[in-house]
C-alpha cells in the first residue's frame, strides 16, 4: 500500500466522521476502543489476540496479543509498551471459563532505549475476574523490541510490529455508522440496521490498516505449563488493566 | 480485597451487571500492602465478535471489553440474539448455532492436535481448516465471521437447517492478507513500517 494513498484513505475517512486524523486511533482493527477512557489510553487498547503452534518447536505453542493501535511509522522510535498498564494473556484449562493461569506481562521505563519488559511463567493468578494484583514470579526481564528468554523454555518479544490485521473498516463504518460513534460522537438511534447491504468489490475493498504498525507482545510457551491437569483443550483470552 | 470479594458475591447475586462490579472497584488502584491492583479496562478473545454484535449505543462494547468470560451468556449473548434473528434476520436454530460458538468469548485451542491453527476450528470440529483452533495470522477472521453471520457456513455444516436468509454481498469483505509481510521465525508478525 503506498503511503500517499493511505494518507488519502485516512483524511477521507477522517473526513467523512468529520473529526481530527489522530481521532481516527479510537477506532481500530478487529476490537475498537469504544470508550472515552480507553481512547485516551491506547496501550490499553487490544487490537488482537493469535494462538498457533511454535514452527520451530513442537512442544510449544506462541500466543500473542497487540495494543496500541495505528502507529504511523513517525512514531515507532518512541512508542513502548505502557509502564502503567498490566496485560495478561488469561487460560481457562479446567472447562468453566474462568482463569486457572495467566502469564502476565508488564513494563519498567518509559523510553525504547531503556524499557524492560518482564513475562511471568503461566501462574495461578493472586485473583480470577476482573481486579488483578502482579503475581511473585516475573523472570528475568527482557530489552523492549528484542526476543529474550523470561526463563527456561520460554521466548517473548514486546516491540514494534507492522498490524497484522487485515478488513475494510471504512466500508465497515459505512456499513454500521454506530461503530464509529466513539470517533465521531454521532450517536446512531437505529444502530443495528446496517445503511449499505454490501461490501465494496475486490480491488475496489481497501486494507484499512496497511502501513499501521502495533506495539505486539508475543511469547512462544510449552503446551505442557498450559495443559495443567485437563484435557488439552484450553480457552484463552486476553486482558489490559490499569 | 475481602470487602470487594464480597461486594462481588453480593452483586452477582442481586443478578447485575459485570460492569457495575468493576465500577464498584475500579476507586482501587492500590492495595493495603502498597501493591496495586489492576483494574481491567479490555477483554479481546476472538476478533469482530464484540465490533459486529455488540453496538456502541448503550455502552454494549464496553460492556463486553469490561466483563469476564462467565457474564457473556448474560450480556454478549444478547448482543448476538438481537443482531442475528433482527439484522441479520437468521432462524432462531441458526442463531443458536452462533451463540454456542461465540458465548463465551474465549479463543479455543485444543493443544493435543497438531497444527496448522484454525479459527474457531475447534467449535467447528476443523471445517474451519484444523482441529487445533486458536488463530493463525493468515486466518481471514473477519470473512469467517460474515460467512457463520449472512452466509451459509452454519447450514452447510449440517447445524442447522438452511434458512433461505443469506445475504451473498455481505459474506466477504473482500480484503485478505496480502498486504502483510509475517516472518517464518519468531516473533513472526511482521518488521514496522
Not at chain 1, 472515552?36 to 493469535?50: K, Q, Y
Not at chain 1, 465521531?184 to 444502530?191: E, R, T
Not at chain 2, 500492602?33 to 464484540?50: E, F, V
Not at chain 2, 448476538?80 to 474465549?106: H, L, Q, Y
Amino acid at each position: 500500500m503506498k503511503s500517499t494513498r493511505k494518507a488519502k484513505i485516512l483524511l477521507a475517512l477522517a473526513a467523512a466522521v468529520a473529526v481530527p486524523v489522530a481521532f481516527v486511533a479510537r477506532v481500530h482493527g478487529s476490537d475498537h476502543a469504544d470508550t472515552p477512557a480507553l481512547a485516551a489510553r491506547p496501550g490499553a487498547d487490544i487490537t488482537d489476540v493469535f494462538a498457533f503452534p511454535d514452527p520451530a518447536n513442537a512442544a510449544n505453542v506462541i500466543l500473542a496479543m497487540d495494543v496500541h493501535p495505528l502507529i504511523t511509522p513517525g512514531q515507532i522510535s518512541s512508542v513502548v509498551l505502557d509502564p502503567d498498564v498490566l496485560y495478561q494473556f488469561k487460560i481457562d484449562n479446567s472447562g468453566d471459563h474462568v482463569e486457572d493461569l495467566v502469564i502476565q506481562v508488564h513494563a519498567e521505563g518509559s523510553s525504547p532505549a531503556t524499557q524492560r519488559v518482564f513475562f511471568s511463567t503461566p501462574v495461578r493468578p493472586n485473583e480470577t475476574g476482573t481486579s488483578n494484583t502482579l503475581v511473585g514470579s516475573t523472570g528475568t526481564s527482557g530489552a523492549f523490541n528484542s526476543t529474550f528468554s523470561p526463563t527456561t523454555g520460554m521466548t517473548a518479544f514486546v516491540g514494534p510490529r507492522e498490524d497484522p490485521f487485515f478488513f475494510d473498516l471504512s466500508q465497515f463504518f459505512t456499513i454500521f455508522p454506530d461503530r464509529a460513534t466513539p470517533i465521531n460522537g454521532k450517536a446512531v438511534s437505529d444502530p443495528n440496521v446496517p445503511k449499505s447491504t454490501t461490501w465494496r468489490a475486490p480491488g475496489v475493498a481497501t486494507d484499512f490498516l496497511a502501513g499501521y504498525n502495533v506495539i505486539s507482545i508475543v511469547v512462544s510457551v510449552p503446551k505442557a505449563s498450559l495443559k495443567g491437569s485437563g484435557t488439552g483443550k484450553i480457552n484463552l483470552w486476553a486482558t489490559t488493566g490499569v | 480485597m475481602s470487602a470487594i470479594k464480597i461486594a462481588t458475591i453480593t452483586i452477582t447475586l442481586l443478578g447485575l451487571s459485570g460492569v457495575m462490579l468493576v465500577a464498584g472497584c475500579s476507586s482501587s488502584s492500590t492495595g493495603g500492602s502498597g501493591t496495586k491492583t489492576y483494574t481491567q479496562m479490555d477483554r479481546l478473545a476472538n476478533p469482530a465478535i464484540n465490533e459486529v454484535f455488540a453496538t456502541v449505543a448503550n455502552n454494549r462494547h464496553q460492556t463486553n471489553d469490561q466483563d469476564r468470560p462467565v457474564d457473556d451468556p448474560m450480556e454478549l449473548a444478547n448482543d448476538v440474539d438481537s443482531f442475528m434473528t433482527g439484522t441479520a434476520g437468521r432462524s432462531t436454530a441458526i442463531t443458536n448455532v452462533v451463540k454456542a460458538v461465540v458465548v463465551p468469548d474465549t479463543m479455543v485451542i485444543d493443544l493435543t492436535k497438531s497444527g496448522p491453527a484454525a479459527y474457531l476450528g475447534v467449535q467447528t470440529n476443523g471445517a474451519t481448516g484444523g482441529k487445533f483452533g486458536g488463530r493463525a495470522l493468515t486466518d481471514d477472521v473477519i470473512d469467517t465471521s460474515l460467512g457463520i453471520i449472512f452466509g451459509g457456513t452454519i447450514p452447510a455444516l449440517g447445524l442447522a437447517p438452511d434458512d433461505g436468509k443469506e445475504i451473498a454481498t455481505l459474506t466477504s469483505d473482500n480484503v485478505g492478507p496480502g498486504a502483510k509481510h509475517f516472518t517464518g521465525t519468531f516473533p513472526f508478525i511482521g518488521a514496522p513500517h
